[in-house]
């Protein structure tokens, strides 16, 4: 395995842990979880398009958790297929179509920040 797709893997797990933690009700450790996955987009973004790319395989993601997240972290880099994931997701209910439709009104008002370089 690469060091982008053990960096994948890590982004996968922590978001779907901090999915898990918040449906416990415990932030504390879902914050931990946040951390990570942000800690490792950071990493994948170090390696420019490569890291974006390896990441683009989460929007296709059986868990909904993940493919958003991935999908929000996306928007930039691959606007259509990261849109198609939100907006599919926004058409549900319950807290990951709450996210998903934030983060389109995010990306439509200019104001989304997730990979601004």
């Known amino acids: 395995m690469t060091k982008l797709e053990e960096l994948v893997q890590e ?3 922590s978001v779907a842990a901090q ?3 918040i449906f416990r009700g415990d932030a504390k450790t879902g914050n931990k979880h946040a951390d990570r996955y ?3 987009f950071k990493k994948l973004r170090a ?3 490569a890291g974006r ?3 683009t395989v989460l929007l296709m993601h059986p868990n909904v958790d993940v493919r958003t997240t991935a999908a929000s972290f996306l928007l930039r880099y ?3 297929e990261a849109k198609a994931v939100l907006e599919e997701a926004a058409k549900g209910e319950g807290l990951v179509a709450f996210e998903s439709s934030e983060a389109l009104k995010r990306w439509e008002e200019g104001t989304w ?3 601004p370089e």
Do not use: E, K, M, V
């Open 11 to 13: 982004f996968a797990r």
């Open 47 to 49: 390696h420019g398009d």
């Open 78 to 80: 691959r606007t259509a």
């Open 19 to 21: 999915s898990d933690a």
């Open 113 to 115: 920040a997730l990979d």
């Open 38 to 40: 942000i800690a490792a």
């Open 53 to 55: 790319d390896a990441l």
